[in-house]
């Protein structure tokens, strides 16, 4: 956590002053301390100036919206994001997840739904975080993967740029070579069994890792879709 004290710091960012007020009595008396920004600016002023350990993100703000923000927010931050949201579309569940986000959660909101849901999405982050021991590398298609750095290097030495969600969806496929995978599999590798209504957003996180490690993405020859069951990890995998 952010302070000696391990007192989590969350930041909402919404412009709505009984909201804000809401979650600031509610979270503080559960062990948070909850900075506040009512628009895009304030909120990289204050991730300046805090040290947040977790964004909580209205969609429907003044000037950039709150999509716009979890794009920034995803290019120039690494702590986790919650939308929280009067939008109840699937399609901006979707793109939400899309751009980033760990979790979204509609308008009107169960605050202890909602601070379970923070608690959940910060503890995952954390534990992906912590030091892991070292347990060697995993080579695969040119490509070598360091569970222990949590990086994913290409042949020439380049580093793949890969977000927390796909690091660990490839490495949950890396782990099991040549297996098919169904959806529950690979929901449980990215968010323990708390998924809940999202979980076209693995489809999603596929095609945003196949971008990133197949010749062609088109036609992809490393993770292939198996119709009706999941996907499946078809390169030979060494271990070092």
Same mark, same amino acid.
């Given at each position: ?13 919404d412009d ?6 809401l ?10 301390? &909850?900075?506040?920004?009512?628009d ?11 040290p947040v ?9 003044? $000037?950039?919206? $709150? ?8 290019m120039?931050w690494?702590g986790?994001? &919650? =939308?929280?949201? $009067? ?6 569940? =979707? ?8 979790d979204?959660?509609? *308008? ?19 534990e ?11 080579r ?17 030495g380049s ?11 490839l ?12 959806r ?6 990215l968010?323990g ?5 999202y ?5 999603m ?8 490690i ?8 490393l993770? *292939? ?10 390169? *030979?995998?060494?271990?070092?």
């Open positions: 956590m952010s302070d000696a004290d391990a007192t989590p710091v969350l930041l909402v960012v709505d002053d009984a909201i804000v007020e979650v600031r009595r509610y979270f503080g008396l559960h062990g948070f301390r &909850v900075v506040a920004a009512a895009g600016r304030a909120m990289r002023a204050e991730l300046l100036s805090s350990d977790i964004v909580l993100l209205d969609l429907g703000l003044p $000037g950039e919206d $709150g999509l716009e923000l979890t794009r920034y927010l995803r120039h690494s986790p994001i &919650v =939308i929280v949201s $009067g939008r109840g579309d699937t399609v901006d569940r =979707i793109v939400g997840l899309e751009l980033g986000a760990d979204y959660v509609t *308008k009107p909101f169960d605050l202890r739904e909602l601070l379970a849901r923070v608690r959940s999405v910060l503890r995952r982050s954390q992906r975080a912590a030091p892991r021991p070292a347990a060697g590398t995993l695969f298609a040119g490509f070598t993967l360091d569970p222990a750095s949590r990086t994913l290097v290409r042949a020439d580093t793949v740029g890969l977000t927390t969600g796909e690091f660990d969806l490495v949950a496929f890396v782990e099991r070579p040549n297996h098919v995978l169904s529950d599999d690979l929901i449980g590798a968010h069994r708390e998924a809940g209504p979980d076209r957003s693995v489809d996180q596929v095609g945003r890792l196949r971008r990133k197949e010749t062609d993405p088109a036609e992809p020859q993770i *292939k879709s198996v119709r009706g069951a999941g996907y499946l990890f078809t390169a *030979k995998v060494e271990r070092r």
